[in-house]
């Protein structure tokens, strides 16, 4: 249990624990002073190395100088203006050319949301409203938001039933199965999934699978939509993660690193579906806030880096790094792609150990994945140097190995 006595020397603290609505009985509760790069500094001066990202969030490290200035400078031009699509506000339009000029043809045009649950929830929407169909297919294990409809094509149940009754008619089937394949038909609005999971585990999905998945969906008129919130902007080596695999989805959901630190989401189809959203009724999908003009010229000035400086061909000297060095007592296996990796370890209280002594007595940051309690995950900014990488790999290895000693 969380220690709520009162801490003479943090009035903040106190305030959190007692004004802010709690979402663990255990916070981590570190008091944050400020983050730059890799380094989350805290009020009692510690630095702490932050090997997961704020969860896959901050890919080029916080603060990072052009992301901090783009935000600045639009913030003093202008912030909220209009509610969405009314107004032409020039750092949208940049962004969504931006983007749009680095996805596949097919992908031309991207809506804008504040949070990837939204991206979810809209590209859920879009899905019925084209086709005309409520059916949905997802699968264990996959994650994709906790608000009502992502939530209902999340597939744990530990998360859905308190909350039930979801959506009706979604079903679940096991990832990297062909099982999934004959209940693509005709009634289905759309497949979502996760090319790689992210909070089941880290895994990747099966290329051949991917593929004849993507066949189906284009025989029986179902959307396919890729959930890349957790493996978008080039956290797996690419900029989204199904360009490992060759298939293009109909819909692709994104939100986290896209904001390079501030809060956005989005959806990206073809000209032709999101035509679904124009009429009846009108204003279909209206968002107050979603694409807010700061958060898209943060998100444009994250993609223009994140582009120019090779920031993704670092992701696979992440995986590199890992895969060798993460080796020994404890470990059964680093998964993944890029720097979206997992640390499979034998057991689960070897896995609370090595979190809790790699924060207290070495200053690294990890994390679990929601739905494994196995496995630590591993999502370093992809802008940690080389010598800092092994160094905090090769403390990591050793700390599994002592615990499970
Ligand atoms: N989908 C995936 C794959 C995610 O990893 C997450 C967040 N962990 C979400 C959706 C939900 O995103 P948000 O927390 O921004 O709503």
Known sequence: ???????????????????????????????????????????????????????????????????????????????????????????????????????????????????????????????????????????????????????????????????????????????????????????????????????????????????????????????????????????TGKLFAFEHYGVVPDILTMAKAMGGGMPLGGLAASSRLFEAFMYDPPLNHVTTFGGHPVSCAAADAALRVLVRDGWMERAHRIEEAAKGILQGPGIDAVRGKGAMLGLQLTDSGLTRKTVQTCMERHGILLGWTLHSNTLIRLAPPLIIDEALLAETLTTIRDTVAACAD
């Open 1 to 235: 249990m969380a220690d709520h006595s009162p801490d003479a020397h943090s009035p903040q603290k106190n305030a959190f624990q007692r004004h802010i609505a709690q979402t663990s009985d255990a916070p981590l509760g570190l008091e944050i002073e400020r983050a730059e790069g890799v380094y989350l500094h805290t009020r009692d001066g510690r630095e702490i190395i932050d090997f997961i990202s704020g969860i896959a969030v901050s890919s080029l490290g916080h603060g990072h100088p052009e992301v901090v200035r783009a935000v600045q400078e639009q913030a003093a031009r202008h912030m909220h203006v209009m509610v969405y699509g009314e107004f032409v506000q020039d750092t949208q339009s940049a962004l969504a050319a931006r983007l749009t000029s680095l996805l596949p043809g097919s992908l031309d045009r991207v809506y804008f949301v504040n949070s990837g649950t939204e991206a979810n929830e809209a590209a859920l929407k879009l899905a019925k409203k084209a086709t005309g169909r409520h059916r949905f297919l997802a699968f264990r294990d996959g994650y994709h938001g906790d608000t009502q409809g992502s939530l209902s094509v999340t597939g744990r149940d530990v998360y859905r039933k308190p909350y039930e009754p979801l959506l009706p008619d979604v079903h679940f089937f096991d990832f990297n199965l062909h099982s999934v394949l004959e209940s693509v038909t005709e009634d289905v609005a759309a497949v979502i999934l996760e090319p790689i999971q992210g909070e089941g585990g880290i895994i990747p999905s099966d290329p051949d699978w991917l593929q004849a998945l993507r066949k189906r969906c284009s025989e029986t008129g179902t959307l396919l939509i890729f959930d890349e919130i957790q493996s978008g902007f080039g956290r």
